[in-house]
């Protein structure tokens, strides 16, 4: 049986050559072959058995998959592949299709060879997730290691782990666990007045006015919160700085893949907001950004215009070194810099293809100003 070391020392050897090798890989041929393959590997499945890794898998046949994972027969994982670099967005639906298609299949993986979005039906039953599970960044992995959420996920996919029946509940954990830390998150910005009359009640302070709640006891609130969760942070860190007294990357990079907002996501989103009012060609774009948002995902957000499906701008992935992946629809595509500016030219082109397609006024907007 694979332990959590070994599974941890041998995705950390299939990241680095994955990065090492991806910019070969040219075509989705050679991603299947040479990254996606090795990762299914990885997870104990025997790729050279056409009776458990069958490539360009059908249910219908007008509906194929990349490569299905055989139990019986019967495809349990379905896992679809674009070329190294390709921005996945617009491969989901096929996949969805795929997935709601073969009732068997509990499993849905989207990869581009070092990105790998997991998928489950934890929502409807036979009917894949809008929102992975988990995300797994070979790159980042590469530079910063393997965090313990990602490893604790990714053993429930193994071979001789995976059980068809059990897989939706344990990517439930993990969506749960997410979404806490998203409202936990929320709460500590700014606590609401709702969790702020909870939290008195819990030390004995009972009923207290509104203005007083909102002028006194919200900043106190806050400030707890603050403590609570930035203190541990800090003294972690020292507990594993380096020998020069530095924080370790893999540390900072564990504990920025446990918070779901971390602070340089929300200043990209504000940075984005602020550039695109630079940037906007007329008083239409420069409208529109009011309506850019984003929303969280394990390990990156996604930034979009009004809608996340149809005006999504770019997922973001922070990096451990100063190197963040910014990942634009195609052709664009993913742009890794430690400067921000650079991604200007691809940030103004597809928002202003968004506003166009989606119009200058948001849904947003078009309610707020009918009512």
Do not use: W
Not at 28 to 37: G, I, M
Not at 282 to 293: K, S
Request: proline share 4%.
């Amino acid at each position: 049986m694979t332990t959590s070391n070994e599974l941890r020392a041998g995705l950390l050897a299939v990241a680095k050559r994955s990065v090492s090798i991806m910019t070969a890989c040219s075509n989705e041929e050679s991603t299947k072959l040479y990254l996606v393959l090795p990762f299914l590997g990885l997870l104990g499945y025997d790729y050279a058995n056409p009776y458990e890794v069958y490539p360009n898998h059908a249910v219908a046949p007008d509906c194929r998959i990349g490569f299905a994972i055989l139990r019986d027969g019967l495809p349990v994982i379905a896992i679809e592949a674009r070329k190294a670099g390709a921005d996945l967005f617009d491969a989901r639906a096929n996949l969805t299709r795929y997935f709601n298609e073969a009732a068997e299949v509990k499993l849905a993986i989207l990869t581009n060879g070092t990105l790998f979005e997991m998928y489950v039906d934890s929502t409807s039953p036979s009917t894949m997730d809008a929102e992975p599970f988990l995300t797994v960044d070979l790159e980042t992995i590469a530079r910063a290691g393997v965090t313990d959420e990602i490893l604790e996920a990714l053993i429930a996919a193994t071979k001789e782990n995976y059980d068809p029946d059990t897989i939706a509940e344990a990517a439930h954990i993990q969506l749960v666990k997410k979404r806490l830390r998203s409202v936990f998150v929320e709460e500590a910005k700014g606590p609401t007045e709702e969790f702020c009359r909870f939290a008195l009640a819990r030390i004995g302070v009972a009923a207290p006015r509104k203005d007083i709640l909102a002028r006194h006891y919200a900043p106190l609130i806050k400030n707890a919160f603050e403590e609570s969760l930035v203190v541990p942070v800090v003294e972690r860190l020292r507990a594993q700085s380096s020998g020069d007294g530095r924080p370790n990357p893999m540390a900072l990079h564990q504990i920025s893949q446990r918070i779901a907002t971390t602070e340089n996501q929300l200043k990209i989103v504000s940075y984005v907001r602020r550039r695109l009012a630079y940037l906007a060609a007329d008083e239409t774009a420069f409208d529109a950004i009011e309506a850019v948002r984003f929303s969280d995902y394990v390990g990156r957000i996604c930034v979009y215009y009004d809608r996340e499906r149809k005006g999504r701008l770019f997922d973001y992935i922070e990096g451990a070194d100063g190197y963040d992946k910014y990942i634009f629809p195609d052709p664009i595509g993913e742009i890794v810099t430690n400067n921000v500016l650079e991604i200007d030219t691809a940030l103004k082109t597809v928002f202003a293809a968004r506003v166009r397609e989606l119009g200058g006024q948001s849904q947003h907007q078009k309610t707020a100003r009918s009512a």
